[in-house]
């Protein structure tokens, strides 16, 4: 279960990226809560909005023009998104969060390049959210589109090359497998949550101390159902 898998790494002590697998988890939801201020809380706060999102019973919390207000003089948002544009996979939607919670960064296959980086750095050094989550989702079109191009050997129009540039060495080792989008999603989730690491140093240092962890999940289409997968 992902609560013994943040324990077993000393989340709450050291950050990290999270490991392990689970499907939504049976916590209670809450009408009314509290920012999270551990990333243990921050993954349950998402799961259980999860869990009321593909229950049909979404409470659509802090929406109120009170929150609207609220927020105006400054935002506080609890985790930084860095998602697929994808139409179907608006992380305040399908996490069931509010007007100031989450901080999305969305580009088509979830990449890390300079200018989203910039963005994801500015949230993780202005707010301090205890986590940063790398969502991928099934049948990414980005991944599905340079699987394609590798195998027919076929360039995409316009810029949208510079995706497939991008997602190219990361998905290359999945392009004759069967279930290689599958496969290349998954492994997009864990190139992107270690090169946040990599290139950032304003980001690894909160990692280091303990302040924000990575996690990485996959939404399923089919279910709306979120998962934690390996990073």
């Excluded at 950050?15 to 049976?26: N, Y």
């Excluded at 349950?44 to 105006?72: C, D, T, Y």
């Excluded at 790398?134 to 699987?147: I, K, N, Q």
Aim: aromatic share 4%; hydrophobic share 45%.
């Amino acid at each position: 279960m992902l609560e013994s898998s943040l324990r077993r790494r000393a989340l709450f002590a050291a950050g990290g990226a999270v490991a392990g697998s689970i499907a939504l988890s049976a916590t209670p939801a809450a009408a009314a809560e509290q920012r999270p201020e551990t990333p243990w809380a921050a993954v349950q706060a998402l799961l259980r909005g999860n869990r009321r999102f593909v229950a049909g019973h979404a409470h659509h919390p802090r929406q109120s023009p009170e929150r609207i207000r609220e927020v105006a003089a400054g935002q506080d948002p609890f985790a930084v998104i860095l998602g697929c544009a994808d139409s179907r996979v608006a992380p305040e939607l399908l996490f069931d969060q509010g007007i100031g919670d989450l901080f999305d960064n969305r580009v088509a296959g979830n990449l890390v390049d300079d200018i989203l980086l910039g963005s994801i750095e500015y949230a993780v050094e202005e707010f301090v959210p205890p986590l940063l989550v790398v969502l991928g989702h099934e049948r990414c079109g980005a991944v599905s589109a340079t699987l394609e191009a590798i195998r027919t050997g076929t360039t995409a129009p316009g810029h949208i090359q510079a995706i497939v540039d991008a997602l190219r060495p990361i998905v290359t080792p999945y392009v004759n497998a069967p279930d290689g989008v599958e496969l290349a999603v998954r492994a997009n989730i864990r190139a992107q949550a270690e090169a946040l690491i990599a290139q950032s140093e304003i980001i690894r240092e909160k990692v280091e101390h303990g302040e924000t962890a990575i996690v990485g999940a996959r939404y399923d289409l089919e279910t709306g159902v979120v998962t934690v997968i390996p990073t």
